[in-house]
Structures are given as C-alpha cells and as structure tokens.
C-alpha cells in the first residue's frame, strides 16, 4: 500500500462543507487582498508534514495514518452538530463520541502550521544538537566524522526539527484533554451570514483553554459555512443564533491567527481585513 503524502492539516472532509456551489473553495492569504479559487484536496495542505523521517530518508507516515482515522470517527460527530444545528435542536452525544470530538478539537488546535512551525522556530535546534554532541564525548562515545557533517548539515537539522515537531505531535495534553473532557458544547447557527475556514480553524485567543474557561475568549470552530460549535464550560449544552455581529468577530478572529482564510463567498473573502 502507497504511503500518504499530501498531508491535510484541515481535514478536506471539513473543507468540503464551505464550498461554493461549484463545488471550489474562495482562498486567500490573510496579509494579502487576492484570491483564488481551489478545490479542498488543494487546499491546506503540506507533503509529508507528518512524517518522521529516518537516517536513509524513509518516510514513516504513521501519525498521518493516525490522524485519518481519527477524522474518519470524527466525520459522522460533526455531521450530527450541523444537522442539529440547523434544526435548532441539541445533538446527543455518547461518551465515546464525546471522547472522540475531544481528541478531534485538540488535534486541530496544535496540528495546524501557525503552530508548530512558531514552537519549531523557536527551539535552538543547532545548539541543542552540539549540546548532546558534547555530552555524548564527554560520555566517552564517538562517531564518526562524517555523521557528524551530515547531522549538523541543513538538511539533517531539517530532519531533526521535523522528527521532534512529529513527536510532539503524536504526545497529548493531559490537563487540556481534561478541560476538554469536563466542557460541554455550544452550536452556533448563522442567520445568512457565512464562515470562513482558516489554516488555525479554532478561533483561539492567545491563553487558548485558559481564557475560555475564564469566559474571555470565542473557542467557537467552524463547521460549515452556517453552523459552529465551541466547548461550554458553564450550563448544559445548547444551540442558538448567532447575530451577525458575532460572526462577523469570529470571521475577523479566524484570520489574524491564520496564514490561510477559505470560504464559499468571494467577497466575504475580499472583505476581510488585509493583516499587516
């Protein structure tokens, strides 16, 4: 069987309930006014963004395997909270759909670019690599030194960052999969207004959960062009309008912390502000 490569990092099953009527998603760069119109198998997308990768430079595509199986459970979840959603009505969830929602939202907050490329840009991947070098000598170990050219090359420290960021992909959060775990969950329906979809589809304030529990944040996910759904961590669960206003803030919220807004409506897309 093939491997995976062209990796969506928002599931194209997402994708597909903001397009328009041709069946295209509206894309657009958020620091930049033109758009362009895409199919959503085009559409966020890297080669290779979770694979790990080995000293012959053999891919392992076990997380993306991971993560297709996991948006395959999650699929009929998201399809029940849009249809009740647009029936005004409060889905019920089993504790084993509640569960994989959970997973599904946590995933989709960290998996994205805008995060992991900023904790992979971070990271003092050169200075840690000689770190470990040294302590390795200082152990009495040796190598080769023709390995270390090669691990100490662009292109090993590319493999290094890209194993590390595919290993912390794979780790989970306890203490935000509890906070997860104790929400309840509020849908959102529009009243003709729309949605867009962004590269970082949870529309996250800068302390992320801890601000949401503080009642200081959206959190709200885009499901569909109509139909959102953020966790509740006070009351029971619920479903209601949102006025226009509140769409409005979640769009412009969406595409300040996105490198990539998409949509069905080119002029929503045109309308958003450009970001410096």
């Not at 409005?248 to 409506?265: C, D, K, M, P, T």
């Amino acid at each position: 069987m093939s491997q995976p490569k062209r990796h969506h990092y928002v599931p194209r099953f997402l994708l597909a309930n903001f397009v328009n009527t041709n069946g295209k998603l509206w894309v657009r760069r958020a620091k930049a006014p033109s758009v362009w119109s895409a199919s959503p198998e085009n559409t966020f997308l890297e080669r290779h963004r979770y694979s790990s990768i080995d000293d012959q430079g053999n891919y392992d595509t076990e997380l993306e395997q991971t993560y297709s199986a996991l948006e395959g459970a999650a699929k009929p979840i998201v399809d029940k909270f849009i249809d009740c959603g647009r029936a005004q009505t409060v889905p019920t969830i089993s504790p084993t759909e509640k569960a994989t929602w959970d997973q599904f939202c946590y995933q989709q907050m960290k998996r994205v670019p805008e995060v992991t490329n900023q904790l992979a840009m971070r990271l003092p991947w050169a200075e840690r690599l000689e770190q470990a070098i040294s302590q390795a000598v200082e152990m009495g170990i040796t190598a080769d030194q023709a390995i270390l050219d090669e691990v100490r090359s662009p292109e090993g420290l590319a493999r290094i960052r890209q194993n590390a960021t595919v290993k912390a992909l794979a780790a989970e959060s306890k203490v935000i999969m509890a906070m997860l775990a104790a929400a309840n969950y509020e849908i959102g329906i529009t009243s003709g207004d729309e949605f867009v979809v962004g590269s970082r589809p949870i529309a996250m304030a800068s302390h992320g959960l801890a601000d949401a529990e503080a009642g200081k944040t959206t959190m709200w996910f885009p499901l569909a062009s109509d139909v959102a759904v953020r966790p509740r961590f006070s009351g029971t669960s619920s479903t209601r309008r949102l006025s226009t206003k509140e769409v409005s803030e979640i769009n412009e919220h969406i595409i300040r912390q996105s490198e990539y807004v998409a949509g069905a409506s080119e002029s929503l897309l045109k309308s958003l502000p450009v970001l410096t």
